[in-house]
């Protein structure tokens, strides 16, 4: 056989390897992928009232004062709103 012909062939039997074979990798890779985007939950962030910055909200230390719940990034944070509210009332 002519070395033309064994490279055709064998370009030929790569390109519908591919095409027999490559979608079914693709497949269960995309199956996966949708799983596992499933599995990740996200979380709502709240503001604290004293030093203004974000926590994710399952992060967040909370406070109940007058039956409303405060989120707050740290416990200084929280002892410093209750202990502020508490002198204004």
């Given at each position: 056989?002519?070395?033309l012909r064994i490279f055709i062939l064998a370009v030929l039997f790569f390109i519908l390897y591919k095409l027999l074979f490559g979608r079914r990798k693709r497949k269960q890779?995309?199956?996966?992928?949708?799983?596992?985007?499933?599995?990740?939950t996200q979380d709502t962030l709240v503001e604290d009232p004293v030093c203004h910055s974000y926590v994710?909200?399952?992060?967040?230390?909370?406070?109940?004062?007058?039956?409303?719940?405060?989120?707050f990034c740290s416990e200084k944070c929280c002892k410093t709103y209750l202990d502020e509210q508490g002198e204004e009332t």
């Open positions: 056989m002519n070395p890779v995309g199956g996966s992928s949708a799983k596992s985007q499933q599995a990740v994710p909200k399952k992060q967040a230390i909370q406070a109940i004062k007058d039956g409303e719940t405060y989120y």
